[in-house]
């Protein structure tokens, strides 16, 4: 097992590939710049509103463009694994990373790596560029759950890019993956909120911004919903591995 572990060569080979994708590489930009993008002119329309504009939870509201980073976080994740399927590129890949398995854990660790570090920067730039144009309504990173919810902003991204990830090497797809994913995280949590609640707080996205809240709502708690995130992620990295170990490449 040990001789399959990410080595220095394999991680930095996909980090060079990462590096000269502009699409993947403008995916991992864009989730920084949608986040905070979105959150400071929803800030700027809504600060010198009442209150009651930032809805029942104000910490929830400071993060929301996590919305629209997370597809950023979602494109990113599946293009990044999706050109090793174009052009013969996996048997490539694989001639100079002969271990599938030190392949696939090299290139899940870069792009985790990549989208924890963006992902973290993204959550602290959100809330307080987003805060300084809240006025009188600002709340403070001293604030109860405020820290909670910065870094775990960050994790719920990286955990979506993963879920991406793992997906994009299941299927060996990119657009099938966005085409399922992308309406499966925006439209399927409300639908099957109206229809099922038992369900909706355990899926992907439900369940992970869980730990922005100012307090949970029932299961499965802050820190607990981000660990649903998490299964959901794992299970897709573990399908993904499955696929690239015994598919042909």
């Not at 993947?24 to 979105?38: C, D, K, P, R, S």
Request: aromatic share 8%; with cysteine.
């Amino acid at each position: 097992m040990i001789t399959a572990l990410p080595t220095a060569p394999a991680l930095r080979s996909e980090w060079i590939k990462i590096r000269s994708l502009r699409g993947t590489f403008g995916a991992l930009i864009a989730v920084l710049v949608a986040t905070v993008g979105i959150q400071t002119l929803t800030a700027a329309l809504t600060g010198s509103g009442e209150e009651g504009a930032m809805g029942d939870d104000p910490l929830l509201a400071a993060f929301y463009g996590i919305n629209f980073g997370q597809i950023a976080a979602i494109a990113f994740g599946t293009s990044a694994f999706a050109a090793e399927f174009h052009n013969g590129a996996l048997r490539t890949t694989l001639s100079a990373v002969p271990g599938r398995t030190r392949f696939y854990l090299s290139k899940v660790a870069v792009i985790g790596a990549l989208a924890f570090l963006t992902g973290q920067v993204t959550g602290v730039v959100t809330f307080f560029a987003g805060q300084a144009l809240m006025g009188e309504h600002a709340i403070g990173i001293g604030d109860p759950g405020a820290v909670r919810a910065v870094f775990g902003s960050g994790c719920y991204l990286v955990l979506m890019a993963l879920f991406a990830a793992g997906l994009t090497a299941l299927l060996r797809s990119g657009t099938a993956v966005l085409s399922l994913l992308i309406p499966f995280v925006l439209v399927v949590p409300f639908v099957v909120g109206a229809t099922a609640g038992g369900i909706a707080p355990y899926l992907p996205d439900r369940a992970g911004q869980t730990v922005m809240r100012s307090a949970a709502q029932g299961d499965p708690g802050h820190w607990g919903g981000l660990g649903v995130l998490a299964l959901w992620a794992v299970a897709a990295v573990a399908c993904g591995w499955i696929a690239v170990r015994r598919r042909d490449a």
